[in-house]
């Protein structure tokens, strides 16, 4: 009888979790429809000519919703989509109208909800070096932006893959142009084997002022290359 009633206890418990947790979710989507719902301000920034990341990552930013934006791109290819700049007046649209706005002219682009993120990802599939396995992530203490970086690229996993398949970083000086170094809100802990995207929603979710990470890579007939700024910090 005492097995049976401590095995009620046990099962109960775990019911108590599931609702917790399944509540807590519930929680999390209604707040980020709340969020996507919200109507742009007019501001300047969108009325100057500005690259389809840039504009996404302002206006994440600015409604208080932290980012990610994945930008693939063949090096046989012309011109980046990523890199052509052009107003986007989208004063008066919510969030969610503007995003599918400026992706309907990235039509091998999507965004979607990743927890507390807004990712903007290839719709063709994530490149492979964001879908590596890492045993852990941590920080100690307090880290900057740049300090996840650094770790998270050094990681032995990540070494690894980017020896493998011969990718190089771009430039670091390009990188730090586009990159301010700030302190991430709180240490970070990623346990799991994450993959460098969670790593990296991770930071942005743990950063107070709602930060934006973008990572580009060019592949093909070429030497990869890879690099990660944040255009919103």
């Known amino acids: 009888m005492k097995i049976i009633h401590q095995l009620a206890a046990a099962i109960g418990l775990l019911l108590a979790v599931g609702v917790v947790a399944s509540a807590q979710g519930v929680g999390e989507r209604q707040n980020m429809d709340r969020l996507l719902d919200t109507k742009i301000q007019d501001s300047d920034v969108l009325h100057n000519a500005i690259t389809p990341g840039n504009a996404i990552a302002f206006i994440l930013a600015t409604n208080h919703i932290p980012g990610g934006i994945v930008e693939a791109e063949s090096c046989d290819t012309q011109e980046s989509i990523w890199m052509q700049k052009r107003p986007f007046n989208v004063a008066g649209w919510t ?29 063709h599939g994530l490149p492979a070096l964001l879908t590596v396995k890492l045993e852990h992530f941590e920080t100690k203490g307090i880290a900057t932006n740049l300090d996840i970086e650094d770790r998270l ?9 980017i020896a493998q398949h011969h990718f190089t970083p771009e430039d670091r000086l390009i ?36 930060a934006v990470w973008r990572y580009t890579e060019h592949n093909g007939h070429c030497n990869p290359t890879y690099f990660v700024d944040w255009p919103a910090l």
């Not at 690229?153 to 893959?161: D, G, L, V």
């Not at 809100?185 to 346990?191: A, D, F, K, M, T």
């Open 175 to 210: 990188t730090v142009i586009g990159s301010n170094s700030e302190p991430i809100g709180r240490p970070l802990s990623v346990g799991n084997t994450p993959t460098p995207l969670e790593v990296l929603n991770a930071a942005a979710d743990a950063y107070e002022g709602h």
């Open 153 to 161: 690229f050094n990681a032995e996993s990540m070494k690894t893959f």
């Open 95 to 123: 969030v969610r109208q503007a995003l599918d706005l400026i992706l309907a002219g990235q039509s091998d682009y999507k965004w979607v909800v990743t927890g507390n993120v807004v990712n903007v990802l290839p719709k």
